[in-house]
């Protein structure tokens, strides 16, 4: 079947060879396209790409060595196997054929029965090795839309875990998804290779609070001291829920859920970690997630004013916040105004 169906493109500046080789080819059943130059052989490999190539060396203007070469050179035709026809035979000639990718060596006068043999060995070692690409790029394929899908179930999971948690303190998945897209927004500013990442496990921000008594959580007025630390347990539940799966979003979402609440100048919680000792993900979502707080209504409050909104960011860069990523954030105000408003 290969014999049937392989094109040969034959190169020699040698009528005679050319006409001797393509005779001994077109009995095995190839077919067979000659090439007197190096020049018109490259043309003829542009127009349609052979299965293999036998190649002459000593051609004026381009010798077989530069055609090769160039071949070898193109992502389209580096697999394009090549052998050398050639009446040098010193070490040095066919040493150097090897070197600018040849796979073979034939010296003239040719042998009818090895030409034909060493045609034959290559073109099946080419389709073996066509077919075995195939089949590892269709397991590439099958592996990453099973990666994909696992990575969908990750995020729907988290998504959908948030929205419960929201939904216990009385809030809308809507404000699950404004912090998404601030935090997508600020780390994409910020530009970091982790935006989508942080996008993706940021829902989970306050999974924590599942564990938070109701009385508590839906308080609608100022919390006791005991209500406030146990309120504030819900950043290390949050983190040792998650912290169990070794899957990079639920790493990073365990990461948020833990640092969202520690503050730049180091008085937040519950590590009072101080500067970039807070990750960055958990500087990016603890910006988001104030932000929205403050303006969206809460079971305890109403909207802040925006302009009231962008005082207390500008009055606490450096202290609550990152001062850079505060920086970003009122650099693209206008962006982050549009995600509020989009996601009511």
Known sequence: MLQAIADILIVDDTTENLQLLSNILKDSGYKVRPATSGKLALKAVETK?????????????????????????????????????????DVNDKLKAFQVGGLDYITKPFQFEEVKARV??????????????????????????????????QREVIYTMGEICE??????????????EYCYLLAHLAGSDDAWLIKQASPMHDVGKVAIPDAILNKPGKFTAE????????????????????????????????????????TGYPQRLKGEQISFEGRVCAIADVFDALASDRCYKKAWPMEKVVAYFKEQSGKQFDPHLIDLFFASFDEFLAINHKFR
């Not at 080419?126 to 179930?153: P, R």
């Not at 939904?167 to 998404?180: F, L």
């Not at 639920?250 to 730049?264: D, G, P, Q, T, V």
């Open 49 to 89: 790409q052979p299965d293999l190539i036998l190649l002459d060396i000593k051609m004026p203007e381009m010798d077989g060595y530069e055609v090769c070469s160039l071949l070898k050179a193109n992502p389209d035709t580096k697999d394009i196997p090549i052998l050398f026809i050639s009446a040098l035979s």
């Open 120 to 153: 034959s060995t290559h073109l099946q070692l080419k389709a073996y090795q066509d077919d075995m690409e195939a089949k590892i790029k269709e397991g590439v394929e099958k592996v990453e839309v099973l990666t994909q899908e696992i990575i969908d179930t």
């Open 167 to 180: 939904t216990r303190s009385h809030e809308t998945g809507m404000h699950i998804k404004r912090v998404a």
């Open 227 to 266: 209500e406030w630390k146990t309120m504030q347990t819900h950043s290390a539940l949050g983190y040792k829920m998650l912290s169990v799966s070794h899957r990079a979003l639920f790493r990073m979402a365990a990461s948020i859920a833990l640092e969202h609440h520690e503050k730049w100048d180091g």
